[in-house]
């Protein structure tokens, strides 16, 4: 059983004459620890795919299943609580808390889970520990560079050890050092058996991952695996 698989995904914005097809029939599956890329330009639909296998969005029509269950038509506390126990999300805008510490930020998922004060402080510092930041437990993240806030929304991310990481153009606002910090930080989780699903526009940074899903105007216009 594939860890994901959706088939026949439609998502259709203003149904009619001026109908958008941001998604228009896409099938895809991915299996456990793989590391994909899922390429585009602004506009094919690659941001829409991304919301959609992250449970951010539901479909027009057609079928997701998640690790073996059908995710497609659940209801927004439904697939809340899924997606807080197997999605790590990554975002090019780091999307941290501006009044919360470094470790504040990491732990906000964890509360959510209703995880006790001591455990989920723990498990925050070992995760800001493992991404180099032990540092800056304390820091806000206006106190913090670019590439720091990323490997804050990554420690974020993995804390709770979801099985599915999914990074939206992780390395967008980085400059190259930084980048290549943060794609390092994605092998070594691959490595320890996570599904990694990272979405970009670049093709150098696609050309890192195992696998390269293309996708133009709502469409998969190829799958296929790297050399590498």
């Known amino acids: 059983m594939s860890l994901i698989e959706i088939k ?16 228009d029939g896409v099938s895809l599956t991915v299996e456990r620890g793989e590391f994909i890329a899922i390429v585009g330009q602004s506009g ?31 209801t927004d506390d439904e697939l809340s609580e899924i997606r807080n126990k197997q999605i790590g999300f990554i975002f090019q805008g780091f999307n941290l808390i501006p009044s919360l510490t470094a ?21 925050s510092v070992e995760a800001l520990e493992r991404v180099g930041l032990s540092h800056r437990l304390d820091h806000l993240p206006k106190q913090m560079s670019g590439g ?39 092998h070594e989780l691959h490595n320890e058996g996570r599904t990694i699903i990272l979405i970009t526009h670049d093709n150098d940074i696609a050309l890192e991952a195992q696998r390269v899903i293309r996708i133009q105007d709502g469409q998969v216009v190829s799958d296929i695996m790297n050399k590498n």
Do not use: C
Not at 103 to 123: A, D, F, H, S, T
């Open 103 to 123: 470790v504040g930020n990491v732990e906000l998922p964890l509360v959510y889970r209703g995880m006790k004060k001591e455990e989920r402080r723990k498990i």
């Open 44 to 74: 094919s639909g690659k941001s829409t795919l991304m919301n959609m296998l992250g449970l951010l969005d539901v479909p027009t029509s057609g079928t997701y299943m998640l690790d073996g269950e059908n995710v497609s038509h659940m």
């Open 148 to 186: 720091q806030q990323q490997r804050v929304a990554i420690a974020r991310a993995v804390a709770a050890r979801p099985p599915i990481i999914l990074a939206d153009e992780p390395t967008g606002n980085l400059d190259s050092h930084s980048g290549v910090e943060v794609m390092k930080i994605l």
């Open 8 to 23: 026949d995904i439609y998502k259709i914005y203003n149904p009619g004459e001026n109908e958008v097809r941001a998604l």
